[in-house]
Nanobody
């Protein structure tokens, strides 16, 4: 069983910055995709940014390109999301995500609230 522990998030003003971190623990069999999704009540959960750990290959949704940066942490199976130039439309619950490519199974964190005031 894999557990994802998120930290960061909170309240920021428009144009400000926040940083999210996520650490995975447990048995991980292979290369992983880690990243962040977000969800606003009434909407589907959407991918924000992902990285293939060990390879550094990243992917971003268009609305955050140039503003958000996903990176691997120093410890194995950790990932950070630096969010700059925040906008009110970035307000959502952000969920850490991990897919173990070896077994094709996905895991989710509990979610952390990000609120951007105008």
């Amino acid at each position: 069983q894999v557990q994802l522990v998120e930290s960061g998030g909170g309240l920021a003003q428009s144009g400000g910055s926040l940083r999210l971190s996520c650490a995975a623990s447990g048995t991980i069999f292979s290369i992983t995709v880690m990243g962040w999704y977000r969800q606003v009540p009434g909407n589907q959960r959407e991918m924000v940014a992902t990285v293939i750990t060990g390879l550094g290959t990243t992917n971003y949704t268009d609305s955050v390109k140039g503003r958000f940066t996903i990176s691997e942490g120093n410890a194995k199976n950790t990932v950070n999301l630096q969010m700059n130039s925040l906008k009110p439309e970035d307000t959502a619950v952000y969920y850490c995500y991990l897919m173990d490519l070896g077994i094709g199974y996905s895991y989710w964190g509990q979610g952390t609230q990000v609120t951007v005031s105008s």
